[in-house]
């Protein structure tokens, strides 16, 4: 079988001589040695000043959005396009998602639809780099600064990405990573929000540590969601190793350009000039003579699992259709019913990326 998605993993031994101190310690978590390391080594890779780590990217980004001190019952623009989490994240904060439609060409926040969402109770935009394909930072942080909003962007694909030379985690005004185990750098689980201000330091520990600043001082309700050292000392050694992680995902998706690029009903977005990507994801839109369920379903006949990845949109699950925008995002839409991310790994052979894309020309 081919899955969609496999985790990479580091040597055994070296994993085992990175957590050997963690059983000389007994200390397995409220932010020890490992995590202190793990973060100040993320923090000099991204080139941000503060990183605050989490136990997943979802709590993550639900720090960041409550870090900011936003009041009940504001307004946050944000996509359809993208893994539930992101609308949770903001629902749970007791904020209200509104829909912003997206672009076809590479899935992200259409900056054109923004201004016309914008209302007296809109306090944020949270656009997401779909994919690995970087927003358009520079409009969105035009159109937020015209209005007073702030922005924070759901970077949990676009991981080890830069932009022009500039690394993606210092778009914004905070930035979440997912480090979920099928992400191209992972910590098993984890996630980390990535800013410049100093002032959200303490909001964010304050959100991940129940509200504790000290033995007897607890500042608010607060959760749990610190990272532990088993994971931060998996996040010492796959950073390690990313660059090499990288460089194989992009020749898998070196064959897939190769085999599949410009034939009918098959769409693969095309390179932006500046970005270097981390090759996270490979989607493919078909259309045409091609039916993206059949396919779907035809190739797991074969053994190669693909993935609707993403459907269907936040926007019309039961608990946020109706919502402002839910109906009016008709790109989303498309793209929605029409997209498969084919399987994409490191330890992915060449030789069975050729058999899926001899798959899918032959069913059209």
């Known amino acids: 079988m081919i899955q969609v998605t496999r985790s990479s993993m580091p040597d055994f031994n070296e994993f085992c001589d990175e957590i050997k101190d963690i059983w000389d310690s007994r200390w397995l978590t409220n932010m020890g040695a490992k995590h202190e390391q793990f973060c100040g080594e993320l923090r000099s890779y991204l080139g941000v000043p503060h990183v605050t780590l989490f ?3 979802h709590l993550a980004l639900e720090g960041a959005v409550a870090s900011m001190g936003f009041p009940e019952g504001a307004e946050i ?4 396009f993208t893994f539930v989490s992101t609308t949770h994240a903001i629902w749970r904060n007791r904020l209200t998602p509104v829909f912003c439609d997206i672009r076809k060409s590479d899935y ?3 900056p054109d639809g923004i201004e016309a969402l914008i209302t007296e109770k809109t306090c944020a935009i949270l656009p997401v780099h779909v994919y690995g394909n970087l927003c358009n930072t520079e409009r969105i942080g035009a159109i937020a600064r015209k209005h007073g909003l702030k922005v924070i962007y759901d970077a949990a694909h676009a991981f080890g990405e830069t932009l022009d030379g500039k690394n993606v985690a210092c778009f914004g ?5 997912s480090f979920h185990a099928t992400k191209v750098f992972h910590t098993i689980e984890g996630g980390a929000v990535c800013y410049a201000d100093d002032a959200l330091v303490q909001p964010l520990d304050d959100v991940k540590n129940f509200g504790i600043r000290g033995p007897e001082e607890i500042c608010g309700p607060g959760g749990n969601a610190k990272m532990n050292e088993f994971q931060a000392a998996m996040g010492i050694c796959n950073l390690r190793h990313v660059h090499e992680e990288i460089a194989k995902r992009k020749a898998i998706a ?14 693969i977005g095309g390179d932006r000039p ?11 839109v078909f259309d045409g003579p091609y039916d993206r369920d059949d396919l779907h379903s035809y190739l797991a006949e074969n053994d190669v699992f693909t993935r609707k990845y993403f459907y269907p ?10 919502l402002k925008g839910a109906s009016e995002t008709p790109a989303a839409e498309y793209v929605s019913s029409h997209v498969l991310t084919l399987p994409l790994y490191a330890d992915l052979a060449a030789e069975d990326a050729e058999r899926i894309c001899d798959l899918i020309i032959r069913r059209r």
């Not at 005004?173 to 990573?177: E, G």
């Not at 500046?274 to 090759?279: A, I, P, Q, S």
């Not at 949109?313 to 109706?322: F, I, N, Q």
């Open 313 to 322: 949109l936040t926007s019309s699950v039961g608990c946020y259709r109706g």
């Open 55 to 57: 136990s997943n990217g």
């Open 173 to 177: 005004d905070a930035s979440m990573f």
């Open 254 to 267: 070196g064959v897939y350009s190769e085999r599949l690029a410009g034939r009918e009903g098959i769409l």
């Open 274 to 284: 500046g970005l270097v990507r981390n090759y996270g994801y490979f989607p493919v």
């Open 77 to 80: 623009i944000t996509t359809p």
């Open 108 to 110: 992200t926040m259409d």
